[in-house]
């Protein structure tokens, strides 16, 4: 699990880099989501998203750590959030244009498919290998 984890942060990091890189924040999406908040001091509002994005993190983080349906659930959810990453080449096939973030959502949905593919058809068993000197492998996740 902790494996799979790892594959969501490393196609994210380049895609979030991207989309900030591109001005994602002046894309009409992005605009239309934050229109509630538009209207405020900037620092009101950053500060806001902050506290928001704060405690999704650390609710992500002890349901991951829980293990069990709670660790599946937080895959579940970065699986789905790749997935959706797919409107970026959506946009592309009807616009024929580059938009903020197409060149890293390429692999984004096909890695979001295998996480749930992943955390939904596996079958729970032990890890084969509990030797292993990798922070990645322990007694409690599976080897996937």
Excluded: N
């Amino acid at each position: 699990m902790k494996r799979l984890l790892f594959a969501c942060i490393v196609v994210y990091l380049p895609h979030l880099l991207e989309e900030h890189l591109t001005h994602m924040a002046d894309d009409p999406l992005i605009v239309f989501g934050l229109a509630p908040i538009a209207d405020w001091p900037a620092r009101a509002a950053a500060y806001l998203v902050f506290q928001v994005m704060l405690a999704l993190s650390l609710v992500m983080t002890l349901a991951f750590a829980a293990g069990g349906w709670a660790q599946k659930a937080v895959l579940a959810s970065l699986g789905l959030a790749l997935v959706a990453e797919s409107h970026h080449l959506v946009r592309f096939a009807i616009t024929h244009r580059y938009a903020s973030g197409l060149y890293t959502a390429w692999p984004m949905p096909f890695v979001g498919a295998f996480v749930l593919f992943t955390v939904f058809a596996r079958k729970e068993h032990p890890s084969c290998s509990t030797t292993s000197s990798s922070p990645w492998a322990s007694e409690e996740s599976s080897s996937v």
